[in-house]
């Protein structure tokens, strides 16, 4: 079986796609089935690790669609009907038994291919609201998944009549967010032993800081100037960002000068969290993160408290702002926009969760409620079924 798959370069797009390929490799092994995975649009600088994970990869040129005005869009809509004769040569030469797209820049015209063979098609989204790609895609997908319930209605409520929003409605399945099996599976280690692992005192507290795939600027700039603050009472365990690592590293020095070693220790930094990041979400009493849906699931199949600090609105869109507030909605986190990060208001709301022990409780049964584990498993199946279809 030949299973192609597509979604645009970035981690939010890509990481869910390789926890997809991790389920269907296992479940080839275990049925007995050959399969020859593939991938087909633009992968950034993920084309080696996709490699390095068993998929083949074939490019295309990306046409990012915006909803806004932009220059670029201009050069991107010359650019779109090229990669659409890109990937009708590709696909054919491919021929893949089934699709799984993740949306995002180059995704929409290896679907419009795939479509045009006849080719089954499993969409997946992965936020609260449905991304303009995968939103001009839904009509050609034959199966669509989603991690949030509030995309599952926008589907359907954005359909023209009742027969046709029937229809959407019978196609979708609420999977949750596909994590990669590798990070939820094997020896977990308790809290205190995680810790240890990390270099951290078993008893104190400790603050797991992530900023996305890239880091985040802000969140790094914030953390470095309440820094003094926090190594009082807390340990930190923070991820700059492989760009921002430097200048983040020789900042703290400064911040943290007139301190004792003891104290600087407790202010750790890591460009990028790759095999150990088990271990940090094991190790961690709270995180501190953005709203992207990969991250927000993780901190929910680890059973983690959080305070969630979503992207803008200008720099993204509304997604990581409703990602997040969905979230809340299960008690399982806080939120401070970015407007509201102010020192004061931070450490009000930092204070006020881990004082209360009652309250960590609740807010970590509430992430595990949320969490589903399972969302690769669910989706490599319904990719199998539809490809041995045809």
């Known amino acids: 079986m030949r299973i192609l798959f597509t979604g645009g370069g970035t981690g939010g797009h890509i990481y869910p796609i390789l926890a997809v390929v991790e389920e269907l490799q296992a ?140 229809s959407f409605r019978a196609k979708i399945a609420f999977t949750g967010n596909p994590t990669r099996p590798s990070l939820l599976k094997g020896d977990i280690l308790d809290k205190e032993t995680a810790k240890k692992m990390l270099g951290f005192e078993s008893e104190k507290p400790l603050m797991l800081i992530l900023g996305g795939s890239q880091g985040s600027s802000t969140i790094n700039d914030f953390m470095l100037n309440i820094a003094g603050e ?53 190790a961690a009493d709270i995180v501190i993160s953005r709203a992207s849906a990969g991250s927000i699931f993780e901190i929910a199949a680890f059973g983690k408290p959080s305070i969630l600090i979503p992207l803008s609105e200008k720099v993204v869109g509304v997604h990581q702002i409703r990602n997040a507030y969905e979230y809340a909605k299960t008690g399982a986190t806080v939120i401070v926009e970015e407007e509201n990060l102010k020192p004061h208001i931070f450490m009000s709301q930092l204070n006020k969760i881990i004082g209360d022990v009652d309250l960590l409780k609740k807010m970590s049964e509430a992430a595990r409620g949320f969490s589903k584990p399972d969302a690769a498993s669910k989706i490599a199946e319904e990719i199998i079924r539809l490809g041995a279809s045809i």
Not at 68 to 74: A, E, I, P, V
Not at 128 to 155: P, Q
Not at 230 to 240: E, R
Not at 246 to 258: D, H, I, Q, T, Y
């Open 27 to 166: 479940f080839a092994a275990k049925r007995n089935i050959n399969i020859d995975l593939q991938y087909l649009g633009a992968p950034g600088n993920f084309r080696k690790l996709f490699i390095a994970n068993g998929v083949s990869v074939s490019k295309i040129l990306s046409a990012k669609l915006r909803r806004y005005f932009d220059l670029r869009n201009f050069f991107d809509f010359i650019l779109f009907p090229i990669s659409v004769i890109q990937a009708f040569w590709k696909v054919f030469w491919i021929m893949p038994d089934v699709l799984f797209s993740k949306g995002g820049p180059g995704s929409l015209p290896v679907v419009i291919a795939c479509k045009f063979y006849q080719i089954p098609v499993v969409v997946h989204d992965s936020d609260s609201t449905i991304g303009l790609a995968n939103k001009l895609a839904l009509s050609f997908a034959d199966r669509i998944a989603v991690s949030f319930i509030s995309a599952a209605e926008e589907i359907v409520g954005m359909q023209k009549n009742a027969k046709k929003a029937e």
């Open 230 to 282: 926090l190594v009082k009472d807390w340990q930190i365990f923070h991820q700059t960002g492989i760009d921002n690592f430097n200048s983040v590293k020789s900042e703290l020095a400064v911040v943290l000068k007139g301190f004792g070693e003891g104290e600087k220790s407790q202010y750790k930094i890591v460009p990028y969290f790759e095999k150990n990041i088990k271990d940090a979400y094991s």
